[in-house]
């Protein structure tokens, strides 16, 4: 028994007796650093998926941002097209429309041009642009909005804009 004893305890194994007489071995070459690989890995890990959960996220906001812009000038042409003899200033009734359909984009950010049968108009407001609203031609509503490609503090694209256009016919 003492040979026995020896022997596994050169190899690393301790051998006990339970109290039922049993002999019990442990694994040869366990210690009791066992979760030590875990939690390293569990901690490089987070360093690791961190960047990536967040520029997950930074692309999913922009992605929000550029669907909000579109869906709004959509809504700004169809209110455009269909606002001729009711506004005298067709730009600035698109410009509120666009601004209140987007209510998470900055409206300070927002540029706008306004083409109306063939005469552009650059910004909010347009008061000859009513005369240009006849019945049948082509408005065309594009609205540009900066990108903020940033994640911690750091913007990587700074020249990014978005850009969405809309063309209806006036009715």
Request: include cysteine; glycine fraction near 8%.
């Amino acid at each position: 028994m003492q040979l026995i004893k020896l022997a596994a305890a050169s190899l690393g194994v301790r051998v006990g007796i339970r109290s039922l007489g049993k002999r019990v071995h442990a694994r040869p070459g366990a210690s009791s650093e066992g979760g030590q690989a875990s939690v390293e890995f569990a901690l490089l890990m987070c360093f690791v998926l961190l960047p990536f959960f967040v520029g997950i996220i930074t692309i999913g906001v922009l992605f929000n941002q550029y669907v909000e812009l579109t869906d709004a000038v959509s809504i700004g042409a169809r209110l455009l097209a269909v606002s001729r003899l009711q506004t005298a200033d067709p730009c600035a009734t698109t410009a509120a429309a666009i601004e209140h359909a987007a209510p998470f984009l900055a409206p300070a950010n927002i540029t706008f041009t306004i083409v109306l049968n063939g005469n552009s108009y650059s910004g909010a407001t347009c008061p000859a642009g009513a005369a240009n609203m006849a019945q049948g031609a082509t408005a065309t509503v594009t609205a540009t909005y900066p990108c903020n490609f940033s994640s911690w503090g750091t913007n990587f694209n700074p020249t990014c804009t978005m850009k969405a256009q809309t063309a209806e016919i006036i009715q």
